[in-house]
């Protein structure tokens, strides 16, 4: 009811009516792409992490992607979307969606080169804020792998990934849980950012 001062009168043509439905299903994807290439970004990270931490190995069903991940990966994913339901960031999406009628107008025309281009530069955001999150890691990866290999140069009967790894997990692990509320904050803060600059237009 809120809505139905945005919503045209049903055209009688079906193919008017069929072109209507097909541009609220692309405005309605849109919407989706948007929310979910938002989840992404820690799960990145926590592929990012896990290849530095020698934990890729150990994957599991990732629900929130619908695919193989890791177990940082969906241990970040899974607390995220606790902390936006927590501090009810979901209705910013609520929002969002009642906005998009003032913003994507039915019956009008669609804008899918600027959605396209919107969701391109989001993607690389995206990618990009998942790198600066799991970058501690990506510097303890980059100093124990250069260590590991000057290692084995030095003493080639030495099983150097066998001493090593072990204690790279724990300062990983160590690391991950020191930088832990901070990340999520970036991200809480990431998102409402990005949403609010959808809401408002």
């Known amino acids: 009811p809120g809505l139905q001062a945005f919503m045209p009168a049903v055209p009688a043509s079906p193919m008017v009516l069929s072109a209507m439905i097909a541009g609220e299903a692309t405005v309605g994807f849109f919407l989706g792409m948007l929310a979910r290439v938002l989840i992404t970004m820690l799960h990145t ?25 890791t177990g940082i990966g969906n241990f970040l994913s899974l607390t995220a979307v606790v ?10 999406v609520l929002e969002g969606l009642y906005e998009s009628y003032t913003l994507f107008p039915a019956g009008l025309a669609v804008p899918v080169g600027d959605m396209a281009n919107y969701l391109t530069r989001l993607v690389s955001d995206v990618f990009i804020m998942g790198m600066k999150i799991a970058s501690p890691l990506v510097v303890v990866g980059l100093v124990s792998y250069t260590g590991m290999g000057v290692l084995s140069r030095l003493m080639p009967n030495m ?11 724990l300062l990983s ?14 991200y809480v803060e990431f998102f409402e950012e990005h949403m609010m600059g959808y809401v408002s237009g």
């Open 173 to 186: 692990f160590m690391i991950l849980l020191m930088i832990l509320s901070g990340v999520l904050l970036w």
């Open 159 to 169: 099983q150097v990934f066998f001493v090593v790894i072990p204690p790279q997990i």
């Open 83 to 92: 902390l936006l339901f927590t501090l009810n960031l979901h209705h910013l």
């Open 45 to 69: 990270a926590g592929m990012i992490i896990s290849y530095q931490s020698s934990l890729a190995s150990a994957t599991m069903f990732d629900m929130s992607q619908a695919s193989q991940g």
